[in-house]
């Protein structure tokens, strides 16, 4: 019995050698779908499967190594987090220039996770959170420049008024 993970990032299985056999006459399944013997911890291409590699005959090496299963080996739903609300609240509060590119990414999340696309919503999810912090650091650096550099400015300047513009 076997365990593959779909071109759609899904799990199906288990499965007999047989019915795998079914889907790769079909399309459903190629030498570099990732599968997962029953028992076994490790994932490994479809067609590196002594029992099924002659199903694809001569197979030729990926031209990348093939991604990681993301997929929950529990069976559960996926939880990705989305980082929308930090993204709204570093917009308002912080940068709203990367702010608005961290809820672009965090918007994603989510209709990607419904389209089965696993890879995708964790690369939003990391893109939209490396927004977040970066539109908090530039939001953190403006408010120590106001509240701390204007007002030393002011007074080695000899300024009455510490927030005339």
Request: with cysteine; aromatic share 12%.
């Amino acid at each position: 019995m076997y365990t593959i993970i779909g071109s759609d990032g899904k799990q199906y299985g288990p499965v007999t050698a047989e019915q795998l056999r079914q889907w790769i006459k079909e399309g459903r399944a190629s030498a570099h779908t990732q599968t997962r013997a029953e028992g076994a911890a490790t994932w490994q291409p479809l067609g590196s499967i002594p029992e099924l590699a002659s199903c694809f005959g001569a197979v030729p090496a990926p031209s990348a190594p093939p991604a990681a299963p993301t997929a929950p080996t529990s069976g559960g739903p996926v939880r990705i987090p989305s980082y929308l609300p930090q993204a709204i609240l570093v917009t308002l509060c912080c940068c709203p220039l990367f702010g608005i590119l961290a809820m672009f990414y965090a918007a994603q999340v989510n209709g990607k996770l419904l389209a089965g696309n696993v890879a995708g919503a964790m690369e939003s999810s990391h893109t939209a959170k490396t927004w977040c912090w970066i539109a908090f650091g530039f939001g953190l650096a403006f408010y120590i420049m106001i509240v701390v550099i204007w007002p030393l400015l002011s007074l080695f300047l000899g300024k009455a008024c510490i927030f005339r513009f």
